[in-house]
């Protein structure tokens, strides 16, 4: 495949850089990964291998190198509209989650974070021995919860919900609803943890950004609609409220992650949610 016009650099970032190739017919999405994300094109060759009508089309993949070479997926839902078209993307993307978790052990060996629930004490540790932007009182109150937070995962862990892709990044700028059948995009921020996690992040970005309040009764109805395909909604409601509980956490730990690949003095410009996020974290300790 030759390019047919310039390539345009559209997102750049110390993690990974997208450039826009226009090609015969239309364009190409070319994404080269920083080691932090390096699993990212072998990841998402393999989802899109199984789940063609739910990402978009690969067209090209170098591993050794982290590069990724995407198909067209149309216009973004973006990330300042209203909850309703979340109503088919969610459950669309938990019936991808409950399907690859038979191949956890598959994606772990190519690469793909390992935030199963059992290490998240461990994670939770080591995050209270960091330099944090926390006042004195704030960190008191976390090292506190820490056995606490234990018992939490432990109980979440017990729950009967395998395991299994977590993209963690799932809000309306990678979501394409291309044809009407939506397609996620950018799975560079995933990992293998427990799955409810990912709505953490999806209804914050709809709180942040649409102004809803978290007693929205939207947001009940975006739960059971994701709920569906694991199972009765009301029979799983309960596991997902523990898993939003420790929802900030699990998102803490990826952004940590994140951070610790970027040099130093550039991480306060890329991490300018940090502090909202934290509060989160103080916030559940509680």
């Known amino acids: 495949m030759e390019p047919a016009g310039p390539i345009e650099v ?18 190409a999405w070319f994404k080269t990964c920083a080691p932090v994300q390096a699993f990212e094109p072998r990841l998402t060759a393999a989802l899109a291998g199984r789940w063609p009508d739910r990402l978009p089309e690969v067209l090209a993949l170098d591993e050794e190198r982290a590069w990724l070479l995407l198909g067209d997926a149309g ?14 993307v969610l459950p669309r993307y938990a019936e991808l989650q409950r399907g690859e978790a038979a191949h956890a052990a598959e994606h772990l060996d190519g690469g793909v974070p390992d935030r199963r629930i059992a290490m998240f004490p461990a994670l939770y540790e080591a995050m209270l021995a960091r330099e944090l932007p926390l006042c004195s009182g704030d ?34 700028a990678n979501i394409h609803p291309r044809d009407r059948t939506p397609r996620i995009l950018d799975w560079g921020d995933s990992c293998i943890s427990h799955p409810f996690f990912t709505p953490f992040v999806t209804f914050l970005h709809l709180d942040e950004l649409t102004g809803l ?23 799983l409601r309960d596991t997902f409220e523990l898993a939003q509980r420790l929802g900030a956490f699990a998102h803490l730990f990826k952004e940590l992650r994140v951070l610790d690949a970027i040099p130093e003095e550039e991480r306060p410009r890329f991490a300018p949610d940090l502090p909202a996020l934290l509060a989160r974290c103080v916030a559940t300790a509680d």
Do not use: K
């Not at 559209?10 to 990974?16: F, G, Y």
């Not at 216009?75 to 088919?88: N, Q």
């Not at 976390?142 to 977590?166: D, M, N, S, Y």
């Open 139 to 172: 960190m008191a109150r976390l090292r506190a919860f820490a056995p606490r937070f234990g018992e939490l995962c432990a109980e979440l862990g017990a729950r009967a919900v395998p395991e299994t892709i977590q993209h963690d990044d799932l809000h309306g």
């Open 75 to 88: 216009e973004r839902l973006g990330i300042g509209g209203g909850p309703e078209p979340w109503l088919s």
């Open 213 to 235: 309040q978290t007693d929205d009764p939207w947001f009940a109805r975006l739960r059971d609609a994701y709920l569906e395909p694991w199972g009765r909604p009301n029979e």
């Open 10 to 27: 559209v997102h750049e970032r110390p993690w990974a850089t997208v450039r826009r190739v226009s090609i015969a017919g239309g364009v």
